[in-house]
């Protein structure tokens, strides 16, 4: 999954969860990261909600990637998001 942000709170995220993974002893796992939600109260426009990403756990990896652990995209559903080589609902990154 690829998570892309501008907003404030996204970036926020982000950085708390780049802190978090960045002092942790990750023993060669990768993190498996959660989406949740967040809020706090604003002055002028009532209840914000922002994103949190708090690590869920974690996931222990090869350093030579195999077909056994290689990502493959979910087989297509029929409809028009579910084609990933059709460029308008592909995610640039």
């Not at 498996?32 to 914000?48: E, W």
Request: aromatic residues 8%; positive net charge.
């Amino acid at each position: 999954m690829v998570y892309i942000t501008s907003s404030k709170g996204g970036i926020g995220a982000i950085g708390s969860l780049c802190r978090i993974y960045g002092r942790s002893d990750r023993k060669g796992l990768l993190p498996i990261i959660a989406l949740k939600v967040r809020s706090y109260k604003h002055s002028k426009y009532g209840k914000i909600e922002t994103p949190d990403l708090p690590i869920a756990g974690w996931h222990g990896t090869s350093s030579t990637p195999t077909t056994a652990n290689a990502v493959q995209p979910p087989p297509n559903t029929g409809g028009p998001a579910a084609d990933f080589n059709d460029p308008i609902h592909t995610i640039p990154y």
